[in-house]
T-cell receptor, first 113, second 115 residues
Framework: AQSVTQLGSHVSVSEGALVLLRCNYSSSVPPYLFWYVQYPNQGLQLLLKYTSAATLVKGINGFEAEFKKSETSFHLTKPSAHMSDAAEYFCAVSGGSNYKLTFGKGTLLTVNP | KAGVTQTPRYLIKTRGQQVTLSCSPISGHRSVSWYQQTPGQGLQFLFEYFSETQRNKGNFPGRFSGRQFSNSRSEMNVSTLELGDSALYLC??????????????FGPGTRLLVL
């Protein structure tokens, strides 16, 4: 069984500040981990993914995430927030022969001017 | 390559009716997954099809069904609609990548409102 916990349903930062969105996972098999972003009235856009190649993963729009097996975490960061980053972010896990994605509840990111 | 397309984008139905949603995956992708997104339950997996066969199924009642055609296009059907079926239904097209892992790419969704 797999599960994802996203700490903080709502994160608010100032423009130019560090963005940190937290994700912890549980998986009985080596996991594949993903971050998706959803803008209002749109589908999910893939930001980045961890597939065991490298623990520090760089994605689009300046985001990156680090896989820490000992902490079962995959936190998403961006050094400097931009107004256009305001959206909802979802962490997801898959693995083994189970092809489905299990999502966290999402974190709504607000960027203040 | 064109992305995942879903039709229709918006739909209004009444309780008891049935609805069919359509999804066309990215060219060359043979797997399609469906998810339901609601404010209360979040994103939940419905089912996944690969080469016209249901390979995986979530925990939804039998009113929710799907199929996949030989061209990989997929449809999902919900019969006897209930108010709680109001949701955004997302289709994902799966790419099998080097190393054997799979990545899902999502369409814009179909927003269903049941009155």
């Amino acid at each position: 069984a797999q599960s994802v916990t996203q700490l903080g349903s709502h994160v608010s930062v100032s423009e130019g500040a560090l963005v940190l969105l937290r994700c912890n996972y549980s998986s009985s098999v080596p996991p594949y981990l993903f971050w998706y972003v959803q803008y209002p009235n749109q589908g999910l856009q893939l930001l980045l993914k961890y597939t065991s190649a490298a623990t520090l993963v760089k994605g689009i729009n300046g985001f990156e995430a680090e896989f820490k097996k000992s902490e079962t975490s995959f936190h998403l960061t961006k050094p400097s927030a931009h107004m256009s980053d305001a959206a909802e972010y979802f962490c997801a896990v898959s693995g083994g022969s189970n092809y489905k994605l299990t999502f966290g509840k999402g974190t709504l990111l607000t960027v203040n001017p | 390559k064109a992305g995942v397309t879903q039709t229709p984008r918006y739909l209004i139905k009444t309780r008891g009716q049935q609805v069919t949603l359509s999804c066309s995956p990215i060219s060359g992708h043979r797997s399609v997954s469906w998810y339901q997104q609601t404010p209360g339950q979040g994103l939940q997996f419905l089912f996944e099809y690969f080469s016209e066969t249901q390979r995986n199924k979530g925990n939804f009642p039998g009113r929710f069904s799907g199929r996949q055609f030989s061209n990989s296009r997929s449809e999902m059907n919900v019969s006897t609609l209930e108010l709680g079926d109001s949701a955004l239904y997302l289709c994902a097209s799966t790419s099998r990548e080097r190393g054997g892992h799979e990545t899902q790419y999502f369409g814009p969704g179909t927003r269903l409102l049941v009155l």
